[in-house]
Structure formats: structure tokens, C-alpha cells
């Protein structure tokens, strides 16, 4: 009996002992990657990469079309790595928290300081940048700050998100505004649109009720309200000091410029909720109706808006964001970064500043599914153009214009989540309270500045 039992304790430490083993090396955590390299590093891009997508982003065949392509490029230049592409939900919490992630995911402009400083899930890629020779002077600058946090780069920007306008040629040219076959300008500034406004302007039958206006503006949209806050050198985003400064007299006056458009009828102002009296001065004006200029939110749904006009008959064209005395162009961008606890810094780091390369930005831009390159010598061609009937003599060089006026579009970029969604909520109240029954905005400005720096001054602190 006693030799029974010697004999299952023996077994039972030898399995102990195999089960310790393989906790000390099998399931040994993954080591996080900082991105530092030592001189004279020679990089290995060989071996596995899983790359997340968000399933949101890339929901079908046709929207995959594009990522594959820029899969299949960096397969042909680096044939020792083998990549698999997982479609993913919004929400990265769970991946990232098991670190189950990949070795590479998608993001956005705005998710840069959440993943590389809060949850310091990305790899910072400005040693590799080095080591792999990225000219990062090919690139506008203005997307090249977006892929940075605290002064370092996290993710590469793979598009260029210059936000537009489309607008209704034939109303311009009713309004006699442009000549038969003329167009807008790519350097309009806003002080042209003012001009154009009272023109543009058509009442109904009771003299009351407008049927259209100058413009759509998505207010409730970081990108429709943030250019204002630039427009006349609003320095409002410290984030040396961790300070925001939303009631200075150039901030204000940028938003004086919207409360002047609204007050007149200039624009329709989108997402914002009105009085009886506004609600019924834009009776017979929406969204997709009723606006000379109408906000493009993004390149790939110009389709969308371009359906919109062709199927009521109308000539239409793109102009970029009206220029302001200052720097206002809102810009944004899409792209990928490393996970930080990736097992594969070296090729994963390769993969995603391919994206920065010729060679990837024409693979991912070239076809259905694709946007607009980052890389200046890229934006007069025309092989990223959308080929539909009817886009013949579109002005795509809208999608690319004053690139030397881009500034962040989404809060996000500039300022930290909590303090970004403080002046997101803020505004859209802000415009809600003044369409509404008149309230201070400017009282609303000081009070969300308030707000944002006694949070501000407390956030991440141990």
C-alpha cells in the first residue's frame, strides 16, 4: 500500500513539476515593446503578424478590397512574412486587455492618446521611423501630427482626411455667383461664402419658410466647429500646461462667426436642436436638402452625397473647408499601429510604415475601398479618383488642398479623451441653448474652459 502511494506521489510531482515548467516558459507573459533600438540595429522582418481591423470599418468584400491590397504589396516585398488579418469588434478593451489583440491594429486620429499614453497599448515607431528611412517630409505635416502623442509617433496615417464640402454648381450660377462653367476656387475663404450667403438664400411662397441656404454645417461634429476655434489664432490646446483657453477674444471670435451665419440664415445648422420660430425658418431645409454647400464627411461617402445631387438633375462639384486669417483647414486621418506587447516589433513596425511608402499608398488607395494618399507627390494623380460616370470633371484636388492650413479636425487629437469629451458635449449644448432660446454662449465657452482645466490639472496623476 505504502508503495501505492510512493508511487502516486511520484507521478503527481512529476506532473506538478511539467505544469510549472510550461507556466515558466509556454505561458511566460509577452515582454511590452517600447520601440527603443540600439545603434546600428538590423531589423528582422520575418515571420507571423496577425493585424486587427475593426469589423465596423471594413463590414464587407468591398471595403476589404483595399486592406488586402496593402497586405498583398507588403507580402510581395517581404515573402519570409506570413500575415493574417482578423476583423475585430469596436471595442479593443477586451483584446487589449488579454493582449490578445495582434500584433498590429487599426485606429484613428483621435484614438492616438488613448491607446499610446492612457492604456499604452501602441509601440512608439520613431526608432524605426529612423532604421527604416522613412522620409517623413513626403508627407503633409498636418497628418503627420495627428500619428503623434506627447511628441512621439504611435501610428501611421494612411489617409488623408481633408474635410469638404460638395455644392450645387447650378444654384451658384442661379444666383449668379459663377459664370456657366466656372467653379469655386480651391483658396476661398470664408469671407467669400459671407458674400455669397444673402445671395443663396430662397423663401418660400410666404416669405417665412426658407427653401434653401448658403450652407450645411455639422455643429455638433468636431470637425464642422473645431476650424472656428483656429480661425483668427485661437491657441486654445495646451498640452504642455495641461490647459485649455476656450474664452479668449480669437476663440470667441471664431464662434462669433457661426452665431452670425445662424443669426442670418446663412447656414442650416446640423444636429442642433431649435426654437419654434428656427425650426420653422428652415421648414423646407435639412441635411440633404435645401444647403449650396453641404458637409462631406468623409471621401468614401461622396458617392452618397454625389446620388443625392445626380438623382434631382444637378451639376455639383467639391470645394475644400472657406479658408480663415489663420490656420483652420480640419484634417483627419486613418491608419494602423504596433501593439505594444506584440512578439514581432520588427516586422509589425515594417507593415505599418509601409503605409508611408509609394508603393502602399497606391496598393491601398488604387481601388475600391481606398481613400486619399498621404504622400504629396501623390495627390495630382488621379489613380485614387473615383471612375463613375459623371466624376469626369470633379475637382478632386479639393481632397488635397491647403494642406499648409490643416489643423486637427477631431478634439480628440489635440487634447486628452476626458477633456476632448467635455468640449464635445459642450459645444453641441452650447449651440443646443443658443438655437433654443438664446442663451449665452459666451458664458457657455467660460464655463466649459473651467471645467476642462480643474480636470485636467488632476488627470493621471498617482
Known sequence: MKKTISSVMRVALVVLATLLLFAFTGCKSAEKQLGELPKDYKPEVTGKLKVAARSDVYPNAATQKSLNNW??????????????????PTD????ISSKSIGDVFWLSDA?????AVTSQALMQLDYYIETYQIDTSELYGGILSLCQAEGKYYFAGATCGNVVFTYNVDAMVNAGILEPGERVRDDWTWDDFESYAERLKIYDEDGITLTQVGMGLALNWPNGFSPFIYAYGGNWADKENKKVTLSSDEVKQGIAEVIQAIDNRWIFPEGINMGKEMLQSYGQVS????CV????????VLTQNADNYNTRGITWDVAPFPLFPEKASPCGTLGFGVFSYTKNPDAAAALVLSLWSEGGQVALHGQEGGDVPVLKKLGDQDFWHLTREGYEDINFGAFTANYEKYVPGQVN??????????????????FNAYCTNG??????????????????ETLYDD
Open 71 to 88: 497586405i498583398n504589396y507588403f507580402r510581395s516585398q517581404n515573402p519570409n512574412v506570413s500575415i493574417e488579418v482578423n476583423y475585430v
Open 439 to 456: 442663451a449665452s454662449w459666451t458664458d457657455k465657452l467660460t464655463e466649459m474652459e473651467t471645467q476642462c482645466n480643474e480636470l485636467w
Open 92 to 95: 479593443y478593451s477586451a483584446l
Open 293 to 300: 454647400f453641404a458637409y462631406n464627411q468623409a471621401y468614401t
Open 287 to 290: 441635411t440633404r436638402n435645401g
Open 413 to 430: 487629437a489635440s487634447v486628452p479623451p476626458e477633456i476632448a469629451e467635455i468640449i464635445e458635449k459642450g459645444v453641441t449644448s452650447m
Open 111 to 115: 484614438d492616438v492618446y488613448k491607446y
